[in-house]
């Protein structure tokens, strides 16, 4: 029987288990040296903050896999031998495979800071990161101050974790605004105030210098570039972004670049070796898209995409139009096409803000045709099958904006914005555009 070796259980690894599985008899074996079984890994900081237990996280009940016939196996992969097609790990055991997927996702980012490798130091990716936290920073009594190096989403989201504690936090972010080189000006200014509201310590336009040790290796401090400043910790969050988990790889045949390289197909440059999720890498970028995509939903895509391949329906990886989400502290995020930090050469943009100055929109659209090309939204809920449709049919800005109560998916009795929105819009550009009706079979039709 033809064995299929996934290395990573996250969310690509386990999705390409599970289809594989759907469409064939395969033998199937998942790999992973992080846990046994597969988790949530977006959901790792609520059981931080008490909203949910780590068994919450897991998806599948224990006996899933014995039920689905999928092998786990608990094992650090040190090698693969492709000559002999096989697996090898850190303590010698060999793994056979007739086809192998790697999916062994991303690891946090290292500069070479010293005290880089101190007690108290980690990221917040993996479930040895969260083990980390509740040593080091259980409460505010054994961590007195934390300091966060790196102003992403993982940054943010551990800020509120520890805070969500009670737990002191600096955070240092070098560019001059929130994660300034995604978010447009307005944008990033609104997400530094709810910062600062929530009584996080940020330090814009800075570096991390050092890391300081006490006697012990535990972290005592940490040194700021460009001022000397030295701001006394008892951990440190590293968040300054992910890379490919590929090191292993580094004396095999495997073609590697930032990440493991792959074709439309999600083959590697040796047949019957696939990649996919973070630690895969696009020869070519996909449109806009970036050569290595760290997001949860392309990395199920992958998983289902190489399962059809593997299962004699070879099919193209399409991971259609952009959209992301996240929450930063109490404001929660969307985008759906592209919105740049700063504007193509042939775009305009339409920017609406409420008097809160805790939601706003922020449209994209083609100057000379009115075509609409993104919307970043905070704090205002919208539907993901809305924008795909409009990118789909290449509607212009006008029409998203008269159904702007079609694209609305907040809950009932929350306040509507579209119409004062839409108002806006007419003032700043000499329209005259008609906000319609919400229509629900419009909707579930498309």
Not at 94 to 118: C, M, R
Not at 126 to 154: F, M, W
Request: net charge negative; charged share 25%.
């Amino acid at each position: 029987m033809e064995h299929i070796v996934i290395i990573g259980n996250g969310i690509s690894g386990v999705t390409a288990a599970r289809h594989i599985r759907k469409l064939s008899d395969k033998k199937i074996t998942i790999v992973s040296s992080e846990t046994e079984e597969f988790f949530s890994r977006t959901a790792l900081m609520y059981v931080y903050m008490g909203h949910l237990k780590f068994e919450h996280t897991q998806p599948y009940e224990p006996w899933f896999w014995k039920k689905n016939r999928i092998a786990l196996k608990k094992g650090y992969v040190s090698t693969i031998h492709n000559t002999t097609n096989e697996i090898e790990f850190s303590d010698g055991e060999k793994l056979s495979y007739d086809q192998l997927v790697i999916a062994t996702g991303s690891k946090p980012n290292k500069f070479g800071w010293p005290g880089q490798d101190l007690n108290g130091v980690m990221g917040m990716y993996h479930k040895q990161d969260l083990e980390s936290l509740e040593k080091y920073a259980p409460d505010n009594k054994t961590c007195t101050r934390a300091v966060i190096v790196g102003g992403g989403l993982i940054g943010i989201e551990l800020a509120e974790m520890l805070h969500s504690r009670n737990i002191p936090v600096t955070f240092l972010v070098r560019e001059q605004s929130f994660w300034d080189g995604v978010l447009p000006g307005q944008e990033s200014a609104m997400i530094n105030r709810e910062i600062l509201e929530n009584h996080i310590d940020l330090r814009l336009g800075v570096n991390l210098k050092e890391i300081k040790s006490d006697d012990n290796g535990n972290v005592k401090s940490i040194i700021i570039e460009e001022t000397g400043e030295e701001i006394e910790c008892n951990v440190v969050g590293l968040t300054a972004g992910v890379s490919p988990n590929v090191n292993f790889l580094k004396n095999s045949e495997i073609e590697i670049g930032r990440g493991v390289k792959v074709n439309r197909f999600l083959e590697t440059n040796i047949p019957n070796i696939y990649a996919i999720g973070d630690c895969a890498e696009q020869h070519e970028a996909i449109g806009f898209r970036r050569p290595i995509e760290a997001v949860w939903y392309t990395g199920r895509m992958m998983g289902e995409t190489v399962a059809q391949t593997i299962c004699g329906n070879k099919i193209e990886y399409k991971p259609g139009h952009w959209f992301n989400s996240a929450k930063f502290m109490d404001i929660e995020y969307q985008t759906y096409g592209w919105v740049w930090a700063k504007p193509k050469e042939n775009e305009a943009r339409f920017y609406w803000e409420h008097a809160s100055g805790k939601k706003c929109i922020h449209l994209n659209y083609d100057k000379n045709t009115n075509a609409f090309v993104g919307i970043n939204t905070f704090g205002i809920r919208m539907r993901h099958e809305f924008f795909n449709r409009v990118l789909d049919e290449k509607q212009t800005v006008n029409y998203v904006l008269e159904h702007l109560a079609d694209a609305n998916f907040d809950p009932e009795f929350y306040k509507l914005h579209e119409a004062e929105i839409v108002a806006k819009f007419n003032q700043e550009n000499n329209t005259n555009i008609q906000l319609k009706k919400k229509s629900w079979t419009r909707i579930f039709s498309s």
